[in-house]
């Protein structure tokens, strides 16, 4: 069963999110093809559910997020849970590391990387690599390279933005790359 084709569109609402709509045919049919890419796009695009001992970003809230369907997703029907934990950056300061905290980037290469391993796990993709760099002071970019087998199937490039009006926020996610995007 394939996925249908989600495309960015560019116009964002608000300052965390971003708009993914269906890709039309030229006859008004759904596109199926680039299912990796779409699945991909969902795992880094939504929430997961926070761990227990997670620091959430609003220290006034216990709000862990994550999908109501992952409850019994595994025993259901084989799944994982869905999403990244990129959302609990949202408020969080760019760091470089220290005793108490792990250093932003490598965060952003844990989260993303969490977010891919299921498709590694159950042989959907060969293998991945995430590479985080800060590009300036308040942003954040990531480089997502999926493999099937040898062949690069997806190379995306996943930007996490820090807003200086509000202070540490977080603008979640713009995705560009290898991908036919219209």
């Known amino acids: ?35 990796l890419a779409t699945a991909v796009i969902v795992a ?13 970003p609003d220290p006034d809230s216990s709000d862990r997020r994550g999908w109501w369907g992952d409850m019994d997703a595994a025993a259901v029907w084989n799944g994982w849970p869905i999403g990244s934990r990129l959302w609990l ?3 969080a300061k ?18 993303i990387a969490e977010a891919i391993q299921p498709f590694i796990d159950r042989f959907i993709a ?3 690599e995430v590479v985080a760099e800060r590009v300036d002071t308040q942003r954040i970019q990531a480089l997502i390279r999926i493999y099937r087998g040898p062949e690069l199937a997806i190379d995306l490039r996943y930007q996490v933005l ?21």
Do not use: C, H
């Not at 880094?44 to 959430?56: E, V």
């Not at 760019?94 to 989260?111: F, M, R």
């Open 126 to 128: 060969s293998r991945f």
């Open 89 to 91: 950056l949202r408020r």
């Open 44 to 56: 880094l695009g939504t929430d997961r559910l926070a761990d227990a001992g997670d620091t959430l």
């Open 1 to 35: 069963m394939t996925d249908v084709r989600l495309v960015q569109s560019g116009v964002f609402p608000y300052q965390w999110e971003v708009s993914v709509d269906w890709f039309l045919l030229n006859d008004g049919t759904l596109d199926s093809t680039q299912d």
């Open 94 to 111: 760019i760091l470089t590391g220290g005793a108490s905290q792990p250093p932003t980037l490598k965060l952003v290469e844990d989260y």
């Open 162 to 182: 820090w807003d200086d009006i509000t202070p540490q926020g977080l603008q979640l996610p713009y995705l560009s790359g290898n991908l036919p995007f219209p």
